[in-house]
């Protein structure tokens, strides 16, 4: 009965564990090799957000707040790459987690 019993916690903790590290970090949009792109700099912003089953969700808002940062420091035609995004903390007793994302400006210099 209690090698049952250590069966299942086991069973349990090694399942949390893996839902966990699943959603702890995650990387999108990668830059190519393409000429057309040149790096310009570097964005890093946080927000929150409540993790799932998929990553496409947070690599979305990570994408999305670290745009809005790149517009308000470059202009012209920018786009942000290489976006990497981590879960910092969670946010009291929510189901809510901070991430904290970064990403590389890139500069779109089509037609040349």
Known sequence: MKSRWYGWMFFAVLTAGLLVSCMSTGEYKPISQNVN????GT???TFISTPGF???PINI???????????KRYEGNIDVGDIIWTTS???GNSPNYEFAASGKVILNR???
């Open 37 to 40: 792109v040149e790096v310009i």
């Open 43 to 45: 964005v890093q912003t």
């Open 54 to 56: 998929s990553k496409e």
């Open 61 to 71: 808002q990570a994408y999305i707040k670290l745009l809005e940062e790149a517009h």
């Open 89 to 91: 903390r969670t946010i």
């Open 110 to 112: 089509q037609g040349e």
